[in-house]
């Protein structure tokens, strides 16, 4: 019997493409069990998908953490105290440090203060491989190193919805539309730095036709997504 890949998931909403690894692995299309799903926001109804499908679930409110970092007298209580601000200062390339030295200081403070409680729920699990389903938080090179630990490399992947290199950040689709193209579709990545910067693990093209809307783009990127998402964890899986 093949050993199953141990996947965990980090959502923010409502975790369709959660739902499409959900039951590929149900059905035996992916080698491979989710160990938990966790988010950056409480209530949303990718937790109930997991909670129904008997995973464990957690949550890691960011919002709140970034707000008590504003209102905090000393920011730096907060940290973990292995987090050194120059080396991952060095490392990141999410903030221009040169622009604003103490916003981008904050910035990746903040972060890291959220990340550490990520990774203490986290580290409770035996997991082989992050994988992000609609996370719509960005992570800075302390949370990376931390996953990033054994020699295999890369074990954080994420997808995107535009064919990368084309169109990064939060709206891939809309990019997509708002320039013209003809073609759209979804890229799934393994997560380096930068945004949305890292291999490229596969992709999904689509038609886009004379008469499609933005909400017709979005339709058809889903449908990919919810495609090539479980293709590309057991490609994982397999070349393990």
Not at 93 to 109: N, P, S
Request: charged letters at 30%; glycine letters at 10%.
């Amino acid at each position: 019997m093949v050993e199953k890949l141990k996947v965990g998931t980090l959502i923010s909403g409502g975790g369709t493409n959660l739902q499409a690894i959900i039951d590929a692995c149900n059905q035996g299309r992916i080698d491979a069990e989710i160990v938990f799903t966790g988010s950056d926001v409480g209530g949303v109804k990718g937790l109930d998908r997991a909670k129904k499908a008997g995973i464990q679930t957690f949550v890691v409110d960011y919002a709140r953490i970034i707000a008590d970092c504003r209102n905090v007298r000393d920011v730096d209580s907060l940290l973990p105290k292995d987090f050194d601000p120059e080396e991952i200062l060095k490392k990141q390339r999410l903030v221009d440090v040169e622009k604003d030295y103490e916003k981008a200081l904050f910035f990746i403070k903040s972060r890291v203060i959220a990340e550490r409680q990520l990774l203490d729920n986290i580290e409770s699990y035996d997991m082989d491989l992050l994988v992000l389903a609609g996370f719509m938080r960005v992570f800075t090179p302390y949370f990376i190193d931390r996953i990033n630990t054994n020699a295999s490399g890369h074990r954080i992947m994420n997808i995107h919805p535009a064919l990368l290199p084309a169109f990064p950040g939060t709206d891939g689709y809309g990019d997509t539309f708002r320039y013209g193209c003809k073609i759209g579709g979804c890229t799934v990545h393994y997560v380096d730095y930068g945004e949305d910067t890292g291999p490229i693990i596969g992709q999904k093209a689509f038609e886009i036709v004379d008469g499609d809307t933005l909400e017709d783009v979005k339709v058809k990127g889903l449908k990919k997504e919810w495609e090539l998402y479980p293709a590309c964890i057991q490609k994982f899986a397999q070349s393990r």
